[in-house]
């Protein structure tokens, strides 16, 4: 636990110290306030926060690999050539708690994003008159939305060496588990099923305020997945 | 303290160590040899728990390397080769972090991190970004990393790379300190270095052991061989050839220059250290000796005879029953 966190620390202050820290949060709050101005500002506002959401999560699927693209490909080295990982795979920590700490620094990074756009959530509030529990259904689906791509991220940073390969390939394979989302009224079965490995059509139940639990843990299957498989990458490249 | 037995480790078809077998007693500083590209830094990496060995058993302070790694690594400080920093780090910040990951807790940390920068002379840098220090700084900083948590075992790739010579000798000071109650293992290509710091030397080459030895040893061995020694003498030249060649034990005597008058420099090839027997002959011929001398072989001899192949092949075997 201790070494987990001794990890998570040292990212959590490269966030908020390091270049790409202030990217994230920069885009976020400018853009996420680009979509609350526009959707407040049309005549047809409903003070629904469901448009809110659904815009601000494709938002996160661009931002959230900035994140994550440094946490293993950066030790790894490629680009810079530091190979830090031979320090971390000789000191007396898991492969589980080099992964779990990366990830967690990740995730206190986003929830201090989503924290931030709280000032949204507030100003709703006193505009109009929105249901609460919507709200914070919306943010809990936040919460888990972000932690799937974050881990998604984190599994991409551990399979190369290149920052910038990761981050693509975790945007690209967002984007596309969020298109085959729009499978699922689809009458092919096959497509259907497809669907269900979408984040997006697991997410729609926390905008209407609803907390099921065949949600949570469907998102709680699908990070420890990918966390798994990020940890077997970190353990096999003592192999490559 | 480090025992390896018949360790091999492949990459792919290429045997980059094989079948290496020594032991480290505790406190012991050993020092590793071999031209480029020998298995030294593969060797560490497999000590270390980086690398998986393909096969042979590797204990270090009693534990087996695969089993119980994690036991292993809290027990051993590691400098590897490329000195693997995070450059947006501050140099304090950088060793907090190792000491933290390698298990020292906050209240031995600041005690720890001033006695290991001072010993690498950081401590006026303490402050600033790894990324704007030196080559050399940044060697000190991967250094201290390895010492941070002070560990039995100290494992360095190549420590002195890259230093000044006043930190060379500190380095060196600092890693002669350390014996005693560490078990050091160094590679260097500096062989005096390892005269003036190694209680033994391992020599490899592509892979296997050449030579066990202490310093001293694996200097006076070679000795006892062949010699071709060197020879200043005065008269006439084929009365002095002939009274050279007439000693037994003389295979050749070749002239390398000079003339009657100066006299003549000559190489003896013997079979041993005939300086009494070859003087004795120069004498009683009724020449002038000027000078004779077994030229003192140096540990860079003994290295490239070791590891260039067809002298290496020579020496091979006993060598391999020391190991
Ligand atoms: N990751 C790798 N993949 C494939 N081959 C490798 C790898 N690392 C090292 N080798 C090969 O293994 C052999 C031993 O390399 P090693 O780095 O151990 O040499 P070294 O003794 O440390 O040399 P140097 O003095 O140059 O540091 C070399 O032939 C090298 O090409
Ligand atoms: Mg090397």
Known sequence: ?240 | MIEVQDLVKAYGSRTAVDHISFEVKKGEILGFLGPNGAGKTTTMRVLTCFLPATSGKVKIAGYDIFEQSIEVRRRIGYLPENVPLYLDMSVESYLTYMARLNGVTWSELSERLDKVMDSCGLLHRRRDLIGHLSRGYRQRCGLAQALVHNPDVLILDEPTASLDPVQIRDVRETIKNLAGEHTIILSTHILPEVELVCDRVLMINRGRIVADDTPVGLRNRAASGALSLSLQARGAKDALLGALRAVQGVSGVTVVDGSDTDGYNLQVSASGDLREELARAVVQGGFGLRGLEVPRRTLEDIFVELTTDEAGLAVETPAEEVA
Not at chain 1, 34 to 44: A, C, D, E, Q
Not at chain 1, 59 to 72: D, F, Y
Not at chain 1, 75 to 95: A, F, H, M, Y
Not at chain 1, 135 to 158: D, E, H, K, N, T
């Open chain 1, 1 to 240: 636990m201790r070494n987990i966190w001794t990890i998570a620390q040292r990212e959590v202050k490269a966030y908020f110290t390091g270049p790409v820290g202030y990217v994230v949060m920069s885009c976020w709050i400018l853009f996420a306030g680009l979509i609350f101005y526009l959707i407040l500002g049309s005549p047809s506002a409903s003070a629904d926060m469901e448009p809110l959401f659904r815009n601000c999560t494709i938002l996160l699927i661009m931002v959230l690999p900035l994140l994550t693209m440094r946490l293993l490909a950066g030790e790894r080295g490629g680009d810079q050539g530091v190979g830090t990982i031979e320090l971390l795979l000789t000191s007396p920590i898991t492969e589980w708690q080099l992964v779990l700490g990366k990830y967690l620094a990740s995730m206190l990074y986003m929830c201090s994003l989503v924290l931030v756009s709280g000032i949204y959530a507030v100003a709703f509030r006193v505009l109009g008159k929105p249901d609460v529990g919507k709200i914070i259904g919306g943010y809990v689906g936040f919460l888990f939305f972000s932690g799937y791509v974050l881990a998604l991220g984190l599994f991409f940073s551990s399979l190369t060496n290149s920052q910038i390969v990761a981050a693509v390939t975790t945007i690209v394979s967002s984007l596309a588990l969020w298109l085959i989302s729009f499978f699922k009224d689809n009458p092919s079965k096959s497509l259907q099923f497809l669907a269900w490995f979408s984040m997006l059509g697991h997410h729609e139940d926390f905008w209407r305020g609803v907390i099921s639990l065949q949600e949570v843990v469907w998102y709680c299957s699908a990070i420890y997945f990918l966390l798994f498989a990020s940890k077997l990458m970190v353990a096999s490249s003592r192999w490559r």
